[in-house]
C-alpha cells in the first residue's frame, strides 16, 4: 500500500518561492516515477511535472517550465518541486502521484493521492 503525504504549501507574494514535498511511504519507491499536480477549486487537476523513476527525464507543463524543477532523493523516499518566481493565482492545491510519463506530459498510473498542500500567491 501507498501512502503521499504533502507538504511545504503556505502563503507567498509574486515572485517568491516554495519548494513543496512529497513523503511516500510504502515499497518500491526507486521504481515508480513521480509527478506533481494541482487543482484551482472548481477545476480539474492538471498535470505541473514529472520525473521518470530513473531520475533522467522530466517533463514540465508549459506555464511552469523554466521556473519549476522536480527532483527526488531515493533516500528519503521524496519527491520535490523547487517552485520559483510565483505567479499570482487563486489558491491551488497541489498534490503528488505515481505517473506513468507520456509524450510532453504525465498521467496518474494509480489512484493513489495524498491530502494535497495549499499554495496561494498573492501579488
Known amino acids: 500500500q501507498v501512502q503521499l503525504v504533502e507538504s511545504g504549501g503556505g502563503l507567498v507574494q509574486a515572485g517568491a518561492s516554495l519548494r513543496l514535498s512529497c513523503q511516500f511511504s510504502?515499497?518500491?519507491?526507486?521504481?515508480?516515477?513521480m509527478g506533481w499536480f494541482r487543482r484551482s477549486p472548481g477545476k480539474e487537476r492538471e498535470f505541473v511535472a514529472a520525473l521518470h523513476f530513473t531520475g533522467d527525464g522530466s517533463k514540465y507543463a508549459d506555464a511552469v517550465k523554466g521556473r519549476f524543477a522536480i527532483s527526488r532523493d531515493g533516500a528519503k523516499n521524496t519527491v520535490y518541486l523547487q517552485m520559483n518566481d510565483l505567479k499570482p493565482e487563486r489558491t491551488e492545491a497541489y498534490f503528488c502521484a505515481i505517473v506513468k510519463l507520456v509524450a510532453r506530459t504525465a498521467i496518474p498510473s494509480r489512484g493513489d493521492w495524498g491530502q494535497g498542500t495549499p499554495v496561494t500567491v498573492s501579488s
Open positions: 510504502g515499497r518500491a519507491f526507486s521504481r515508480y516515477s
